[in-house]
């Protein structure tokens, strides 16, 4: 099939490469003029594992194409996605003017029927707005071609990316016409071990899903978070809590981590985007409402804790950090953790030495650009010289097992504060380090 994916982001480069690897010829389609000229130069705009190489070799086999040329794109294929990013809007609304920004390039530009379909995160009513866009510019045109819109929500995870796309749990497609089924169909059956996890819905059910999925994950974990506050309070123990309740099948191990809060380009702006759609609606939506604030408040759980430790003033105090990126195996940094807990503690006066394997360009170029408090380091040892203690925030495999000998010589005080409950508690106090977790009380 030849296939167009406009917006050659995490979610566009990687499904973009994943269609060309099964023989699919593609192109992939930005306006950001660097991002396309690195990538015909082999440059990958993002670290996600295995993608460089995938990347690299398709482009080499000539499955994959880079352009910033819509009409180059369109006139070729008979397929388009749109995979554009829908970041929150001021009042908390999905933006989606990029995404109607290439509907109407699409009108302007097609040549024959085309298959839209929407891979980017929606709110329901979307696509409506796309098929009216493109069809008001074919009218400009006076052009009487014709044109399914098709939603097909993506659900990868980055650091997994490339594993998630080239094996889908399921893929959800909303339709309002069999020829349109029948053609994704196609395309995604050799991606699929079972054709019942191809699931055909409307349209509406289809965009409504991804919300629903998102908001559910986001649930389990400020739900956990919340258990944990809870624990640390009446003295049990949220790991022990994690295995007894996940070992019920129908609550189930994943996702049920406790942590500094979820981040990423994801859960946050697409948790808000529903609340504000139940608010257009006359609807509150209490529990999605509350999800969010427990989020919130649990990004500066560890900063309560460095307070109660030290004082709520950190002058002089040097911390080190180690992980930046919301989550392990990726540089993407859009709403970590890392950054609420950096800004706060250098807010109340503290020093910064910090460390991630791949997140430290995005961290001085953008998130906490311009932080005079926050020093980059080469490793995570260097991260701990001199520091009053060492903040944990992304559970990189490389910080899983540190030599505890060489963090106690590093640091000036005996202190770990562990936002990924990393650590065991009795091995910690037999090397002598005062152990702060998430949802247990420490042992000091
Ligand atoms: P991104 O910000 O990484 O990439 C979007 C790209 O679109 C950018 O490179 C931008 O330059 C380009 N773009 C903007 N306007 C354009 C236009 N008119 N023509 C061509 N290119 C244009 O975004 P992303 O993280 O890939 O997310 C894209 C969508 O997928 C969002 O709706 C997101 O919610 C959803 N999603 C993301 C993930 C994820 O893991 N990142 C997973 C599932 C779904
Ligand atoms: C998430 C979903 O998992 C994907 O299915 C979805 O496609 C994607 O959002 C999206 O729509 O963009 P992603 O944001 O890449 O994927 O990463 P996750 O693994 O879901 O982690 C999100 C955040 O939740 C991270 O900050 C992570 O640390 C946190 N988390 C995750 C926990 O705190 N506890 C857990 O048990 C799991």
């Known amino acids: 099939m030849k296939i167009a994916v406009i917006g050659t982001g995490y979610v566009g480069l990687v499904t973009g490469t994943c269609f060309a690897n099964m023989g699919n010829t593609v192109w992939c389609v930005d306006v950001d003029e660097k991002k396309i000229e690195n990538l015909k130069r082999g440059i990958i705009p993002i670290y996600e594992p295995g993608l460089s190489e995938m990347v690299l070799n398709n482009f080499k086999q000539r499955n994959l194409n880079f352009t910033t040329k819509i009409q180059e794109a369109l006139e ?19 933006d989606l003017h990029y995404v109607l920004d290439v509907a109407e390039s699409i009108g302007k530009y097609m040549s024959h029927h085309m298959y839209v379909v929407d891979k980017s995160t929606v709110p329901v009513g979307t696509a409506e707005k796309v098929y009216t866009r493109i069809q008001e510019e074919l009218s400009k045109r006076e052009s009487n071609l014709t044109f399914d819109v098709i939603s097909n929500p993506e659900f990868l995870k980055e650091g997994n990316a490339i594993s998630d796309c080239m094996k889908p749990d399921r893929i959800v497609i909303g339709i309002n016409n069999e020829d349109a089924e029948e053609i994704m169909r196609e395309l995604y059956k050799p991606y699929l071990m079972n054709t019942e996890n191809f699931i055909v819905m409307d349209i509406a059910s289809a965009e409504m899903t991804k919300y629903a999925a998102n908001s559910m994950l986001a649930t389990k974990i400020s739900f956990m978070n919340e258990i944990s506050n809870i624990c640390e309070r009446v003295g049990a123990d949220i790991n022990k809590i994690r295995k007894g309740i996940g070992s019920d099948k129908r609550i189930g191990y994943s996702f049920i981590y406790p942590g500094c809060g979820y981040g990423g380009s994801c859960f946050p702006k697409d948790v808000k985007a529903l609340i504000k759609t139940a608010d ?16 919130n408040t649990q990004k500066l759980v560890l900063v309560e804790k460095v307070k109660q430790r030290f004082s709520t003033n950190l002058l002089g105090k040097v911390f080190a950090v180690w992980g930046l990126a919301f989550k392990p195996d990726t540089d993407d940094m859009r709403e970590s953790a890392a950054i609420t807990i950096i800004e706060e503690l250098t807010e109340l006066g ?61 640091l000036r005080n005996p202190v770990i504060f562990d936002g990924r409950n990393q650590y065991s508690a009795k091995s910690l106090a037999k090397y002598g380090l005062d152990y702060y977790q998430i949802g247990v009380r420490p042992s000091v």
């Open 280 to 295: 257009e609606y006359g609807y509150g939506a209490p529990l999605l409402q509350s999800v969010e604030e427990v989020n």
């Open 76 to 94: 070729v294929c008979n397929i388009c996605f749109i995979a554009v990013g829908t970041p929150m809007g001021e009042d908390g609304s999905a």
């Open 350 to 410: 503290a020093e910064i030495q910090a460390y991630d394997p791949k997140a430290m360009d995005e961290a001085r170029e953008c998130y906490l650009k311009g932080n005079e408090r926050v020093t980059y380091c080469e490793s995570k040892y260097d991260a701990l010289k001199g520091a009053d203690a060492l903040v944990l925030v992304t559970e990189w495999k490389e910080f899983r097992s540190p030599d505890f000998y060489e963090i106690k010589e590093r």
